[in-house]
T-cell receptor, first 112, second 114 residues
């Protein structure tokens, strides 16, 4: 079963706007990760946040984690057309022997 | 160049045939993973391995088999028992230490049953 569920399934914005994607999960985790996938390609790791962290930044990316609500959000600021891609959250469950499970993703379209 | 390589990029299979997808990494990672992705869908875990000569079933292992005889290699066989094998298959690898669990992905193999 898929651990993470992203919301929304699709998001369309204009260049320069911010994009926020959410992820909810079901069980206790060691960490939560966000990945990006361009159409027909492999996934690229963006950022990892550990269960004892609440917020993390990397360039134009900001990730928050709320373990009490079992949810995370990914914020992309000042979006660009090149940010158009699918974004996935993935969780590494506690005691899972490194079983990394993904959600269904959010398709982000940034219009120039 | 360090990385993870999947081959072939495209694969066509006749009904009833087994096919093997290759995945090789030179990142010295202990863990390797196979995922299946259907159009517009997320990634579903087929098999994963933390160490040589050991692997575990993921969420959709039926109709698939793997081996892990070498640290660098984790081939996936799609057997004739897999009823709907047409999909995009992604291989990944990662460290197993908790501080380094980012996964690195190959570029995928698109399998089509003809």
């Amino acid at each position: 079963s898929q651990q993470g569920e992203e919301d929304p399934q699709a998001l369309s914005i204009q260049e320069g706007e911010n994009a926020t994607m959410n992820c909810s999960y079901k069980t206790s985790i060691n960490n939560l990760q966000w990945y990006r996938q361009n159409s027909g390609r492999g996934l690229v790791h963006l950022i990892l946040i550990r269960s004892n962290e609440r917020e993390k930044h990397s360039g134009r990316l900001r990730v928050t984690l709320d373990t009490s609500k079992k949810s995370s959000s990914l914020l992309i600021t000042a979006s660009r057309a090149a940010d158009t891609a699918s974004y996935f959250c993935a969780t590494l469950r506690e005691g899972s022997n490194y079983k990394l499970t993904f959600g269904k993703g959010t398709l982000l379209t940034v219009n120039p | 160049d360090g990385g993870i390589t999947q081959s072939p990029k495209y694969l066509f299979r006749k009904e009833g045939q087994n096919v093997t997808l290759s995945c090789e990494q030179n990142l010295n990672h202990d863990a390797m993973y196979w995922y299946r992705q259907d159009p517009g869908q997320g990634l579903r875990l087929i098999y994963y391995s933390q160490i040589v000569n050991d692997f575990q079933k993921g969420d959709i292992a039926e109709g698939y088999s793997v081996s892990r005889e070498k640290k660098e290699s984790f081939p996936l066989t799609v057997t004739s028992a897999q009823k709907n094998p047409t999909a995009f298959y992604l291989c990944a690898s990662s460290w197993t230490a908790p501080i380094h669990t980012e996964a690195f992905f190959g570029q995928g193999t698109r399998l089509t049953v003809v």
